[in-house]
């Protein structure tokens, strides 16, 4: 109190010395500010530094606001006293005397109202009083706002203490990965300097195996050629058993036979020395057989006999009585079906029953009706995904090739698998049925395909040629002929009686994905992993046709019976159908996945099978 009335009387002592002029003229109207008025500080507890800079503030502001007033106003602070009343009720209030201040007003009004006292008798409460109060006020809060600071302090104490430790526990863990990690550099470093010692015995045992490899397969092929010399010998072994004459063949060229009265002593002897050296040629040779028979080990038993081919084949001759080719633009989706949890790969038709036999990417085949899609028979046991799938031509047992380089045969009475083919090093593509039943055919991913004799349970010969993986094979029906596919973007032709290969098509620009035969077996049609589709002439051995559906993968063909109209499964999520009549191709469109295969059904029905484990079915709207 005492410092502010210095600072009042310096002012006043400061404005004595000041001399104002009339000319000044001063516009501006200037507040009054009373006595009472003090100026609150602001809680900002999250903060202490910037608290403490507005208390600086707020308490310079204060002094320039009282030097203001004391510059302004006529009339001091001390000079606007508080009423004596007015401070005893206030003071009341401020304690909770509630009943003492209603004695005191009580009293007081009735001693003004009595004309006792007056209000001017009372007088007015002392400047200091006042002071004192307003200063107890601005302590009290300055102490609450102190506390305030101080949690806030304590707080960031806290956090900052907390902050520190997880720094030193992050660097302490960043110090034990830099040591970690130079360590296993260390390791790298040791595990390339022990490798590079190695390497060039690794390099060496490399050319060792591809030496290996080699050999093997020279050695099949040998194999192979002497046990097909071994099956001729055994075949002329037992027709000699029998008491079957070979025939000398005749010479070609030039009839020089005479008739039989103009025979002479000469010729006779010559004739008779022929004969004596055909019999010792005859009898050396039964002695040979004998011997590569007791070398090689007896011929089995049960192999099956090849087929011969014929000039008429059974039921081909009625592709021809089949109707007209059905317009592909007249195919409409009728029903979906959900038969497996995984992309469908395959599907084959049942030779006598409306059923149908399907194979997916979740290890397992399915039997259902057609066309209401009812599961009849589940098989598993292959371990890897199902690549193809065939019926006997008996309707009995089915084939199934899968992933895991395995051939499977699956009786359906038994509903288990009987038999199990294994050769193929690697994954099998495909499987086919030969039309007599005695016959399996299997493609592989290892660049071969492989001829497989149900009957005596082996492999009768290994199609070696294609420089690539054999995707598809397919036996012509009803002859000695099979047809793969390979993606080296050639088609094949194979003798199946010898196991060499009669003719290559070329054509393709991009891996060859499928190959089939027409009903007739007169046209061939492939495709390719550039959507391209080629129809090929059986008997000219040229292509006739050529149509481009890409640029998505083809992945399968299918002929109508009639022969008329292929369809093509496009991964594009389309089945697109050939018209070859009109040369009209169409695009039925279903679900939008890509279309694994496709398959007609009957005279009105295509199949189509996709990567979501359903089996479209389309049916000819008449």
Same mark, same amino acid.
């Given at each position: 109190?005492?410092?502010?009335?210095?600072?009042?009387?310096?002012?006043?002592?400061?404005?004595?010395?000041?001399?104002?002029?009339?000319?000044?003229?001063?516009?501006?109207?200037?507040?009054?500010?009373?006595?009472?008025?003090?100026?609150?500080?602001?809680?900002?507890?999250?903060?202490? +530094?910037?608290?403490?800079?507005?208390?600086?503030?707020?308490?310079?502001?204060?002094?320039?606001?009282?030097? &203001?007033?004391?510059?302004?106003?006529?009339?001091?602070?001390?000079?606007?006293? &508080?009423?004596?009343?007015?401070?005893?009720?206030?003071?009341?209030?401020?304690?909770? #005397?509630?009943?003492?201040?209603?004695?005191?007003?009580?009293?007081?009004?009735?001693?003004?109202?009595?004309?006792?006292?007056?209000?001017?008798?009372?007088?007015?409460?002392?400047?200091?009083?006042?002071?004192?109060?307003? =200063?107890?006020?601005?302590?009290?809060?300055?102490?609450?706002?102190?506390?305030?600071?101080?949690?806030?302090?304590?707080?960031?104490?806290?956090?900052?203490?907390?902050?520190?430790?997880?720094?030193?526990?992050?660097?302490?863990?960043?110090?034990?990965?830099?040591?970690?990690?130079?360590?296993?550099?260390?390791? #790298?470093?040791?595990?390339?300097?022990?490798?590079?010692?190695?390497?060039?015995?690794?390099?060496?045992? +490399?050319?060792?195996?591809?030496?290996?490899?080699?050999?093997?397969? =020279?050695?099949?092929?040998?194999?192979?050629?002497?046990?097909?010399?071994?099956?001729?010998? &055994?075949?002329?072994?037992?027709?000699?058993?029998?008491?079957?004459?070979?025939?000398?063949?005749? !010479?070609?060229?030039?009839?020089?036979?005479?008739?039989?009265?103009?025979?002479?002593?000469?010729?006779?002897?010559?004739? /008779?020395?022929?004969?004596?050296?055909?019999?010792?040629?005859?009898?050396?040779?039964?002695?040979?057989?004998?011997?590569?028979?007791?070398?090689?080990?007896?011929?089995?038993?049960?192999?099956?006999?090849?087929?011969?081919?014929?000039?008429?084949?059974?039921?081909?001759?009625?592709?021809?009585?089949?109707?007209?080719?059905?317009?592909?633009?007249?195919?409409?989706?009728?029903?979906?079906?959900?038969?497996?949890?995984?992309?469908?790969?395959?599907?084959?038709?049942?030779?006598?029953?409306?059923?149908?036999?399907?194979?997916?990417?979740?290890?397992?085949?399915?039997?259902?009706?057609?066309?209401?899609?009812?599961?009849?028979? !589940?098989?598993?046991?292959?371990?890897?995904?199902?690549?193809?799938?065939?019926?006997?031509?008996?309707?009995?047992?089915?084939?199934?090739?899968?992933?895991?380089?395995?051939?499977?045969?699956?009786?359906?009475?038994?509903?288990?698998?009987?038999?199990?083919?294994?050769?193929?090093?690697?994954?099998?593509?495909?499987?086919?049925?030969?039309?007599?039943?005695?016959?399996?055919?299997?493609?592989?991913?290892?660049?071969t395909a492989k001829i497989w004799d149900v009957n005596s349970e082996r492999c009768r010969y290994t199609l070696r040629g294609h420089e690539d993986s054999v995707n598809s094979i397919e036996f012509l029906p009803f002859s000695s002929t099979a047809l793969t596919s390979s993606a080296d973007k050639t088609l094949s032709l194979w003798d199946v009686r010898t196991g060499?290969?009669?003719?290559?098509?070329?054509?393709?620009?991009?891996?060859?994905?499928?190959?089939?035969?027409?009903?007739?077996?007169?046209?061939?049609?492939?495709?390719?992993?550039?959507?391209? #589709?080629?129809?090929?002439?059986?008997?000219?051995?040229?292509?006739?046709?050529?149509?481009?559906?890409?640029?998505?993968?083809?992945?399968?063909?299918?002929?109508?019976?009639?022969?008329?109209?292929?369809? =093509?499964?496009?991964?594009?999520?389309?089945?697109?159908?050939?018209?070859?009549?009109?040369?009209?191709?169409?695009?039925?469109?279903?679900?939008?996945?890509?279309?694994?295969?496709?398959?007609?059904?009957?005279? /009105?029905?295509?199949?189509?099978?996709?990567?979501?484990?359903?089996?479209?079915?389309?049916?000819?709207?008449?």
């Amino acid at each position: 109190m005492a410092e502010e009335e210095d600072t009042v009387s310096e002012a006043a002592f400061s404005l004595q010395n000041v001399t104002i002029t009339d000319e000044i003229k001063d516009d501006y109207q200037y507040e009054e500010v009373s006595a009472d008025d003090d100026t609150s500080l602001h809680e900002d507890d999250e903060d202490l +530094s910037k608290a403490l800079q507005t208390i600086q503030e707020q308490t310079k502001d204060a002094q320039v606001l009282a030097l &203001q007033s004391v510059l302004t106003s006529g009339k001091s602070v001390a000079e606007i006293p &508080q009423a004596m009343d007015d401070f005893f009720c206030n003071f009341l209030v401020r304690l909770g #005397m509630s009943r003492t201040l209603d004695c005191f007003q009580t009293e007081w009004y009735e001693l003004i109202e009595r004309g006792v006292i007056t209000v001017e008798d009372a007088g007015l409460v002392p400047d200091v009083y006042t002071r004192n109060q307003q =200063l107890e006020t601005e302590n009290l809060s300055l102490k609450k706002d102190l506390e305030t600071y101080k949690q806030s302090v304590i707080k960031t104490e806290e956090a900052l203490q907390k902050m520190q430790r997880e720094r030193d526990f992050h660097r302490m863990h960043h110090n034990r990965v830099v040591q970690e990690k130079n360590r296993l550099i260390s390791d #790298m470093k040791r595990l390339k300097a022990h490798y590079a010692s190695y390497e060039p015995v690794l390099k060496q045992l +490399s050319e060792k195996y591809q030496n290996s490899l080699t050999q093997k397969m =020279l050695t099949s092929l040998e194999r192979d050629k002497a046990m097909g010399q071994v099956t001729g010998l &055994q075949a002329a072994l037992e027709s000699l058993e029998s008491g079957y004459t070979k025939q000398i063949p005749e !010479t070609k060229g030039h009839d020089c036979t005479r008739k039989k009265g103009f025979e002479g002593p000469t010729q006779k002897a010559l004739r /008779e020395a022929r004969q004596q050296k055909f019999f010792v040629v005859a009898s050396s040779s039964c002695d040979a057989d004998e011997d590569a028979v007791k070398k090689m080990g007896r011929k089995d038993l049960k192999d099956s006999e090849f087929p011969v081919d014929a000039e008429g084949i059974p039921d081909l001759e009625q592709a021809k009585e089949q109707l007209q080719p059905l317009k592909p633009v007249q195919y409409q989706l009728s029903s979906i079906l959900k038969v497996h949890d995984f992309a469908v790969s395959c599907l084959a038709l049942h030779p006598r029953k409306k059923i149908v036999l399907s194979g997916g990417d979740d290890r397992l085949w399915k039997t259902w009706g057609f066309p209401d899609g009812n599961i009849l028979l !589940t098989g598993e046991g292959h371990t890897d995904y199902l690549s193809g799938c065939c019926f006997r031509p008996s309707g009995t047992q089915l084939v199934t090739s899968s992933g895991d380089s395995t051939v499977r045969i699956w009786e359906l009475w038994r509903r288990g698998c009987v038999l199990t083919l294994r050769g193929h090093s690697r994954a099998v593509r495909g499987c086919s049925w030969h039309s007599c039943g005695d016959f399996v055919a299997s493609a592989s991913t290892d660049g071969t395909a492989k001829i497989w004799d149900v009957n005596s349970e082996r492999c009768r010969y290994t199609l070696r040629g294609h420089e690539d993986s054999v995707n598809s094979i397919e036996f012509l029906p009803f002859s000695s002929t099979a047809l793969t596919s390979s993606a080296d973007k050639t088609l094949s032709l194979w003798d199946v009686r010898t196991g060499l290969r009669v003719y290559t098509f070329q054509g393709h620009v991009h891996p060859c994905n499928h190959a089939t035969f027409n009903k007739k077996g007169d046209t061939i049609a492939s495709c390719d992993s550039s959507g391209v #589709m080629k129809l090929w002439d059986m008997r000219k051995l040229l292509p006739v046709l050529s149509i481009d559906a890409g640029p998505h993968p083809a992945n399968q063909v299918s002929f109508h019976r009639s022969g008329g109209l292929v369809a =093509l499964a496009s991964s594009e999520g389309s089945v697109k159908v050939l018209c070859l009549a009109v040369g009209q191709l169409s695009i039925l469109r279903g679900p939008g996945v890509e279309v694994r295969c496709v398959r007609f059904h009957s005279q /009105e029905h295509l199949l189509s099978a996709g990567a979501d484990g359903r089996v479209c079915i389309w049916t000819w709207a008449q």
